[in-house]
């Protein structure tokens, strides 16, 4: 990859828009894009275009654009699971739900008014992701948001660990990108204890269930580590907080007595399935157990985590800034956070510049290098 990014891409016709709660993910971006283009001899402001989605008393909202966006290629960063972004409402304070910010994007789309020589939207936790698939007469939410972005003219979608990419079937001649954060995830890890990664005789990946193998399985291949499974029994026949209660997790894989294990999942929601691996793991004489999760929502709060740290059922968490957390995580000793902002930064770049990001999805050579450097360390 091109280390001089100026003298290959058109930067000045690109623009970042940062929808509400996604102010500071957005700045970063910018941050970094700017150091990209640092070279540049008449110099790159930001990239950042101003949006404005004022609300009346009632509720209603529209969107404003304060820049000119002709012929500019435009990229949009939505976290729709923001919930400390609100608004009032008939003198009250409303949180923004999920279908708020997805109706605040269409907004700005349709301020685009069809002005942009591109868009791109950059979802990283994707809207009604779980609502992927048609169990009984139920609604196809993920699906239908992805046509109805299409329609109204958005030409890629981008997003991070989607619960199931096979959604993106419902837009088969639309860009549609499942990025997943492996190598982030690594080298966080790597600065916390990197004798966890580097010592894959003892250290064992761990799917919370079945819909997480795909994931699990890439990193037991890139670091050559043991796998195992959890498998979730659920009675069927009652539904709690929209879903299936889990009866009893059996695992299926070798012994773990002495040895580090490292849960991955796309998500942390209540964490009440997590915490029940981490019981079982535990239970089973695990040495440690870290947990990578792309995204941590902790819906129920961080308690029940702070008296899992505290009675050593677990031992790290490391989720990624791309949604909300909450102000308190910052406090929890066990809590790790993995920026993701340069990243993002460098998939625009290349998209920006018309070039392949295959680099950027299958990130081997980035890993394989990563982890040569802390094996120099050690020696």
Same mark, same amino acid.
């Given at each position: ?70 012929? *500019?290629?435009?990229? @949009? +960063?939505? #976290? &729709?699971? /923001? ?7 008939? =003198? ?99 600065? *916390?204890?990197?004798? @966890? +990664?580097? #010592? &894959?005789? /003892? ?7 079945? =819909? ?168």
């Amino acid at each position: 990859m091109r280390e001089n990014p100026v003298q290959v891409y058109n930067l000045e016709k690109l623009g970042i828009i940062g929808m509400k709660g996604c102010e500071e993910l957005a700045q970063k971006i910018d941050a970094h894009l700017r150091k990209f283009s640092a070279n540049s001899e008449a110099g790159v402001g930001s990239f950042l275009i101003p949006v404005n989605c004022p609300r009346f008393g009632t509720g209603e909202a529209k969107a404003v654009v304060m820049h000119s966006v002709r012929t *500019y290629d435009i990229y @949009i +960063i939505c #976290d &729709p699971f /923001n919930y400390g972004v609100t608004y009032k409402m008939y =003198g009250r304070d409303q949180a923004m739900s999920p279908d708020d910010h997805y109706q605040d994007l269409k907004r700005v789309i349709s301020a685009l008014g069809g002005k942009a020589k591109r868009i791109t939207v950059i979802m990283p936790m994707m809207y009604e992701g779980r609502q992927h698939k048609r169990v009984a007469r139920e609604s196809l939410d993920c699906a239908m948001m992805l046509q109805e972005l299409s329609n109204m003219g958005v030409d890629n979608f981008i997003t991070f660990d989607a619960h199931d990419s096979r959604v993106q079937n419902a837009i088969p001649l639309k860009g549609f990108e499942n990025v997943r954060p492996t190598y982030q995830m690594i080298k966080a890890c790597l600065k *916390y204890k990197p004798e @966890i +990664i580097l #010592d &894959p005789n /003892n250290t064992l990946i761990v799917s919370p269930d079945e =819909g997480a193998m795909g994931r699990c399985m890439y990193y037991s291949s890139v670091l050559g580590m043991d796998l195992g499974m959890f498998y979730k029994r659920r009675d069927y026949s009652k539904i709690v907080n929209g879903k299936n209660p889990i009866v009893a997790h059996e695992f299926l894989g070798k012994d773990i007595s002495g040895k580090n294990v490292i849960v991955v999942d796309d998500m942390i929601a209540s964490g009440e399935s997590m915490l029940d691996v981490a019981r079982e793991l535990k239970g089973r004489n695990a040495k440690r157990v870290i947990v990578f999760s792309s995204f941590g929502l902790f819906t129920e709060g961080v308690d029940k985590f702070n008296e899992a740290y505290e009675n050593e059922l677990i031992d790290a968490v490391f989720t990624t800034n791309m949604v909300y957390r909450r102000p308190e995580l910052k406090d929890c000793k066990w809590y790790h956070e993995v920026d993701m902002s340069k990243f993002i930064g460098l998939i625009i770049r290349e998209i920006n510049g018309d070039k392949s990001i295959s680099e950027l999805l299958t990130p081997m050579d980035r890993i394989n290098k990563i982890l040569d450097k802390y094996k120099g360390k050690r020696k």
